[in-house]
């Protein structure tokens, strides 16, 4: 592509809020990035970054002369590109130079991921911070710590041969043993020529050289860029088989997730979605947390960051040394909030070549959704439905293909799941990206508002709409079971509320009481329980507590009155909450259970 020690450069020819057309005379490659020089009026000179969007027609050219009253001679024997920026264009001006990379948008992955927070840039928000409080545009730090040092083993010698995804050695990052790779598009064969011992490296020092068939010699780092447009390649996928554990007891009970599938959250404003994805985070059964906060208003994001740094994990470490976070408001270009998603999509990617149980977790897929309505509409592109880009589905199905499980070698199989809040105007559920999402996705927990404005944790709508296609620690014919047992406490509730209690059938009054008590038993959980007990449930004691509540389904219960009824299920229902704040497999739990077990024989 670009010829040894030639630059190419261009010239800012229009600018349009973050979208701006710049002339050239070589050529560019759409998706590559671009830096543009600006003359701040504290700072001087500073480099922003952007991403060629497209190469003009010669009908857009004339468009984009005629809206900006520039003259035809303007750009005589040139050729005109479109760039997204991303950052602040504020003091950009006609005439600005750019300069063409051949480097397509990339995330750079390595040791040193976790534990940090980056913006939709990947750029580390702890060297931000040495900058002053206020982010500065212009700002570029590496990714990665590259003065750190990283105890590595090598695991290849000297004429070994190795390609893309061949593991040169390892280096320990928190609790986990880092595999330091083949960059992956490497797919000639190479033979080692040298590799360091066991010592102490940073992250850009060379650890190893190769050399190909014709001779030539490569030189490799413990780290390497990979484009974010582009999934990290499989070995060997294969299809999700083990349950993933939210910790919150609906999800895992009727609406499961497996680990490398996919799981969509809809609900609107206040709903509880950020506590529901602040609860997986805290309880999931995984190896590696990413977090994507995509186009939040800034204090929401502050009190995210505060709140996720601090957070313990079940197993009683600090949950950061398993978690990286990208974050960036709803104030950064679009293209900012569209890159945080790939990003993350990308290190999550990268982990589970690790052989590494990975979830992805982005709060909310309805800015990215935005940030391409923007863009499309910024370019004139022909709208779809309520001005999303034509191909928005499309698009959102090959995000949500890229999670899965990948069986690395005959030991490990990496898995990356994929969880995305969405943010519906209004709370419709029909909006063209919740229904995008809806066809696309295998888990889908809709948030209801009613159930959130009385306080209702979680406010996933149990009957209707949210569903699951996967299999989960409770068998299906159960799940089933209890799920039937949840409509007919729906249906009645509707008569007595038309009715009044005593004109409903004595048996389905026991039927409907049997649904009220799974519902605030099995269904309602205590997201802020001051002894940690209720706010997480275990799958081992989900099970014991389908178990039961099957002996609830099931119990032959008789009453002579409708007020009988009513005292012995409140009796029934004092029970089961106080078993909930009970400890599992304690002595407390155990006889909590029993008692429980004996007043639905008595």
């Known amino acids: ?36 020089t600006i003359t701040d009026q504290k700072r001087g000179a500073i480099k922003l970054k952007s991403e060629v969007s497209q190469v003009l027609t010669k009908k ?22 479109e760039l997204q920026v991303f950052e602040d264009l504020t ?57 750190k040092l990283w105890d590595f083993t090598p695991l290849v010698k000297v004429g070994d041969k190795v390609s893309g995804g061949a593991t040169l050695g390892w280096v320990p990052e928190y609790k986990i043993q880092h595999k330091i790779f083949v960059p992956f598009d490497i797919t000639d064969d190479l033979t080692i020529e040298s590799i360091v011992e066991k010592s102490e490296r940073n992250v850009v020092e060379t650890i190893a050289t190769a050399i190909d068939e ?57 709903t509880g979605k950020t506590v529901i994805l602040q609860g997986i985070f805290k309880n999931a059964n995984v190896d590696i947390l990413i977090g994507g906060f995509c186009g939040e208003r800034a204090n929401e994001i502050v009190e995210v960051l505060k709140e996720y740094t601090a957070l313990i994990d079940i197993y009683g470490n600090p949950l950061k040394e398993r ?19 790939y990003i993350s999509l990308t ?22 959704a935005q940030a391409r309505r923007e863009q499309s509409g910024k370019r004139g592109d022909i709208p779809g439905e309520e001005s999303f880009p034509m191909n928005i589905k499309e698009e959102i199905r090959a995000i949500f293909n ?25 709370a419709n559920l029909s909006e063209p990206i919740t229904r995008a999402i809806k066809t696309t996705t295998g888990a889908f927990w809709a948030l209801d508002r009613s159930l959130s404005e009385r306080s209702w944790y979680p406010a996933v709508r149990r009957t209707d709409i949210s569903f699951s296609k996967y299999e989960g620690f409770i068998p299906a014919d159960i799940r089933k079971a209890v799920h039937k047992s949840l409509e007919i406490r729906q249906d009645v509730a509707d008569s007595i509320a038309l009715e009044g209690e005593e004109k409903v059938d004595l048996s389905l009054f026991v039927d409907y009481h049997k ?66 704040r009970e400890k599992f497999e304690t002595d407390g739990f155990e006889e909590m259970k029993q008692k429980i077990e004996q007043t639905l024989k008595d």
């Open 60 to 81: 857009q050219i004339r468009t984009v002369l005629l809206e900006n009253s520039i003259e035809a001679s303007v750009i005589e024997n040139k050729k005109v590109v």
């Open 515 to 580: 649904g009220l008590l799974l519902e605030f038993f099995l269904m309602q959980q205590d997201a802020f329980c001051e002894l940690k007990i209720d706010n997480q449930t275990s799958s081992e004691r989900l099970k014991v507590m389908y178990e039961v509540s099957m002996q609830i389904i099931n119990a032959d219960l008789s009453f002579p009155t409708h007020k009988s009824a009513n005292k012995y299920f409140q009796g029934l229902l004092r029970q089961l909450k106080s078993w909930n």
């Open 402 to 426: 890229r999670p899965g499980c990948d069986q690395v070698n005959d030991k490990e199989t990496g898995a990356l799941t994929f969880i995305a809040t969405v943010s519906p105007a209004g």
């Open 91 to 147: 003091d950009a001006k006609v005439g600005d130079k750019v300069e063409f990379t051949d480097n397509l948008l990339s995330a750079t992955v390595g040791p040193g991921l976790l534990g940090e927070i980056y913006d939709g840039n990947q750029s580390r928000l702890s060297e931000q911070l040495k900058t002053g409080e206020f982010m500065e545009r212009g700002n570029h730090f590496p990714s990665l710590d590259e003065e």
């Open 347 to 368: 290190v999550g990617e990268y982990y589970r070549r690790q052989g590494l149980k990975v979830a992805v977790m982005v709060d909310s897929f309805s800015r990215f």
């Open 1 to 36: 592509m670009k010829q040894k020690n030639v630059p190419r450069t261009g010239k800012l020819l229009a600018i349009q809020d973050s979208l701006v057309q710049a002339v050239y005379d070589t050529y560019v490659v759409v998706g590559e990035i671009a830096w543009i």
């Open 214 to 270: 014709s001779g030539q010699k490569r030189e490799f780092v413990m780290s390497f860029k990979w484009s974010v447009k582009i999934p990290i390649p499989y070995v060997k996928r294969t299809i999700p088989t083990q349950p993933f554990s939210t910790g919150v007891r609906i999800l895992d009970g009727q609406h499961p997730i497996m680990h490398g599938g996919t799981a969509g959250c809809p609900g609107g404003f206040g």
């Open 323 to 341: 978690m990286c976070l990208f974050a960036n408001t709803s104030s950064m270009p679009v293209v900012s909030r569209e890159a945080s998603v």
